[in-house]
């Protein structure tokens, strides 16, 4: 990483150590993972995955567990007997292992319902609409993945990071290869639980095998399949219901059809769709395949040379997205005033030769960045690049007022008003205090000058 640049999440932390503002939802906290851009998908239409649900062998099995079911006693869980689960399993042709998993799914669904201590049918009949056989076999795969929490591949380590293991298989369309998901698996299990190498090494061992077991679950589950290559894929319904369950984590997850719509705006078009929200980062990528990164960038830094923080930082996403062949109008941007600063920074990520940033251009970039999350809506504000203060919040606030920042006003307004440590208000109150006699002396000094 360059001494000069850094993420937003590092700037977000900053804060969110110290209370989080602007205010977030209630369910989002810093300790809760970030959301993802994922590549567009083609989904099939409605009604084709709507005929293939029943044909999922999950779905099936837990038509016929109904059927065989009747109306049956169940133990205080709500589930079978062993020895009534043992004939199911004996029934359907499955392992007894796989009967909790079609009970749950056949009882959650509505095929099946639990009264008095006995299951008999429930209210559910098969002949549903369209619609209503998709939010069923949503309903399925919900049940399905909250399973992983209670053993559902009988491989902890698999269960473990099941959800990422579909979204890797969801963003690579083409099929994931089994070794790669397991040295994936592998790779983030120890990170995330820093096991011992003996440790790792029965896990690496263990670990292929348990997988395929996992995948032929998926694939009873009508998630996943096998391609022609011998890779892993999600099936078309797999990849309707893992989309629909990365919306429901608050991840960007589009179709083609909903990034299309983008692809012809203008520069100016674009930017403001990414302020207000209506556009994602996935819409970005599309609008950069109709145009040369050259004129793209030109426009994009001409946008931003004029514009305010928010369309700054909408511009800046975008050009994360290009490479050193934009490099001539982004260089060209070191001439703006209020785009030199991240025109160097996006030099220096790409090892090409640019301006070093002085601690006052850090401070000023991270205004800029707080205050174009004052513009931006939606995912729009998660998808700024502003240089790390390299300092606690109360420094940086300390700071702010010399800078020159037009926004630093309303920026430490912001802070004194919505944050929860009484440090921090304070020090916000007193730097806005600062810069407003800064700023009154800079309008006389220019009053003054022009007389």
Same mark, same amino acid.
């Given at each position: ?40 998908? /083609? ?51 499955v392992p007894v292992s ?49 399973? /992983? ?52 090494? +029965? ?67 674009? %930017?403001?769709?990414?302020? +207000? ?18 004129? /793209? ?53 790409r090892d090409l030769p ?25 995912? /729009? ?29 309303? %920026? ?11 440090? %921090? ?27």
């Open positions: 990483m360059a001494n000069n640049v850094f993420d937003l999440a590092e700037l977000r932390k900053l804060i969110d150590e110290q209370a989080a503002v602007p205010p977030r939802p209630p369910e989002e906290t810093p300790e809760e993972r970030e959301a993802l851009t994922f590549p567009p998908v /083609a989904t099939a239409p409605d009604a084709e995955l709507a005929a293939a649900v029943p044909t999922v062998p999950l779905v099936a099995d837990a038509i016929r567990l109904t059927n065989w079911t009747g109306t049956r006693e169940v133990g205080p869980d709500g589930h079978l007997s062993p020895a009534d689960a043992e004939a199911a399993a004996a029934h359907l042709g796989r009967v909790p998993l079609i009970w749950v799914v056949a009882v959650n669904t509505g095929l099946l319902r639990i009264l008095g201590g006995k299951a008999s049918r429930g209210p559910l009949s098969m002949q549903l609409s369209v619609e209503a056989t998709l939010e069923f076999w949503d309903g399925v795969v919900m049940d399905v993945l909250d399973r /992983a929490d209670d053993g559902l591949t009988g491989s902890a380590v698999v269960d473990g990071h099941l959800a990422e293991m579909l979204a890797t298989i969801y963003s690579v369309r083409s099929g994931v290869a089994t070794a790669n998901l397991a040295r994936g698996i592998l790779q983030s299990h120890e990170v995330a639980c820093a096991p011992g190498p003996m440790e790792m090494r +029965k896990i690496a061992a263990s670990l292929p095998g348990e997988l395929l077991e996992a995948l032929s679950l998926l694939a009873y589950c009508g998630l996943v399949e096998q391609t022609p290559a011998g890779r892993t894929a999600l099936t078309p319904l797999g990849v309707w219901a893992i989309r629909r369950d990365l919306l429901r984590e608050g991840h960007d997850a589009p179709t083609t059809a909903e990034v299309e719509v983008f692809a012809d705006l203008s520069a100016a078009e674009l %930017v403001e769709a990414l302020v +207000k929200g209506s556009a994602t980062q996935s819409a970005v990528a599309g609008w950069l395949e109709r145009r040369s990164p050259e004129s /793209a960038a030109r426009d994009l830094v001409e946008i931003a040379a004029t514009g305010t923080a928010g369309q700054r930082g909408a511009v800046g996403a975008i050009l994360e997205e290009l490479g050193p062949e934009a490099e001539a109008p982004v260089r060209e941007a070191l001439q703006h005033p209020l785009t030199r600063r991240y025109a160097a920074s996006w030099l220096h990520i640019a301006p070093a940033l002085s601690p006052e251009d850090h401070t000023w970039l991270a205004v800029d960045s707080l205050a174009a999350l004052m513009h931006l809506s939606g995912p /729009a504000a998660g998808r700024i690049d502003p240089p790390e203060p390299g300092e606690d919040l109360i420094k940086l606030i300390g700071d702010m007022p010399g800078v020159g920042h037009p926004d630093t006003v309303a %920026v430490l307004d912001m802070l004194a008003s919505a944050h929860d440590d009484p440090a %921090v208000v304070k020090a916000a109150r007193k730097a806005a205090l600062k810069a407003r006699t800064l700023e009154h002396a800079r309008k006389h000094a220019r009053k003054h000058g022009h007389r």
